[in-house]
């Protein structure tokens, strides 16, 4: 995937402010899965959601891209409730890059990252301006040589490309990514990396690696049990403390150039723990 600035969509991407309050969501009739979380983020912050499993981060997602409409509490895309927006005003404002969904599956991948444009106007300029984004896009993602295979053939990181891609293509202000590495090797991995840092949008993405998050992130929001434990600045926020109490690991924290590199190991049990289950 290219990272350089020259293989950037050739229309600068707008970043926006994104700011949740007192966000609540749980399915109809059930306690709330996620709720007292409450953020802002400046346009151009990249936020790192992490947390263990079922913490409700892919939940949270679900809120700030329009899919879930909050029990209490707001979103607001630059300044607007992301609810008084219509749909497709909405997607002008934020992309998502999710797990592949069943649905797309049936298309090439020229037709799914065309698909990014869907809420862009129409018209002989709309639609210049829109293949020379889908183009600017697929280079960015090196997926252009794939463009006439069926998404459905794709290796796991190919696929990730193209859904990375047809975000681009949609020009968001806000670009959201649920655990956006997965699938990658290593080399893409770091330029998936590069990539995230580079873009000239907010950007907000869970992530299970804390290194990773401290590679790409600005800032970082600690989910646990549907808890915000913390949100602020990387280095200052990824404690060992909280990591213990977020994560029940040990944690070592380290420099590791401009980043950070953590160790775990599991707690040591305590001595009366262990004679009590071996009693
Ligand atoms: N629509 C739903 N109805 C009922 N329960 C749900 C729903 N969506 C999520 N959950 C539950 O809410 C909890 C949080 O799920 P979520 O997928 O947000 O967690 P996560 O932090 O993304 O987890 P993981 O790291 O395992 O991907 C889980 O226990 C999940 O089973």
Redesign the pocket.
């Given at each position: 995937m290219q990272t350089g600035s020259g293989a950037g969509p050739e229309k600068p991407d707008v970043a926006l402010s994104l700011e949740a309050t007192d966000l609540a969501w749980?399915?109809p009739g059930?306690a709330p899965?996620?709720s007292g979380v409450s953020f802002a983020l400046t346009p151009g912050d990249r936020l790192a959601i992490v947390?263990?499993?079922?913490?409700?981060?892919?939940?949270?997602?679900?809120c700030l891209y329009r899919l879930h409409r909050p029990l209490a509490g707001a979103v607001r895309v630059g300044g607007t409730d992301l609810w008084s927006l219509a749909p497709r005003l909405a997607a002008r404002k934020i992309a998502a890059v999710l797990q592949e969904a069943p649905g797309d599956f049936a298309f090439t991948v020229q037709e799914m990252v065309d698909a990014g444009r869907t809420p862009h106007a129409g018209g002989i300029a709309g639609r210049a301006a829109g293949a020379r984004a889908v183009a600017a896009a697929m280079r960015r993602m090196e997926v252009s040589h794939l463009a006439g295979r069926a998404f459905s053939t794709l290796s796991g990181g190919e696929k990730q490309r193209a859904l990375i891609a047809r975000a681009l293509a949609q020009e968001p202000g806000v670009l959201v990514l649920?655990?956006p590495t997965n699938h990658l090797d290593i080399r893409h991995r770091l330029e998936a990396v590069e990539l995230l840092r580079g873009l000239a949008m907010t950007i907000v993405t869970?992530l299970?690696d804390l290194d990773m998050a401290a590679d790409v992130a600005s800032k970082v929001l600690v989910?646990r049990a549907?808890r915000q434990m913390a949100f602020g600045p990387v280095s200052g926020t990824l404690q060992p403390a909280l990591i213990r109490q977020s994560f029940d690991v040990e944690a070592e924290i380290a420099p590791r150039g401009p980043s950070l590199r953590f160790d775990y190991r599991l707690p040591e049990r305590r001595a009366d723990s262990s004679a009590e289950s071996s009693e």
């Open positions: 749980g399915p059930r899965l996620i947390g263990p499993n079922g913490a409700g981060k892919s939940t949270l997602l679900r649920d655990e869970t299970h989910l549907g």
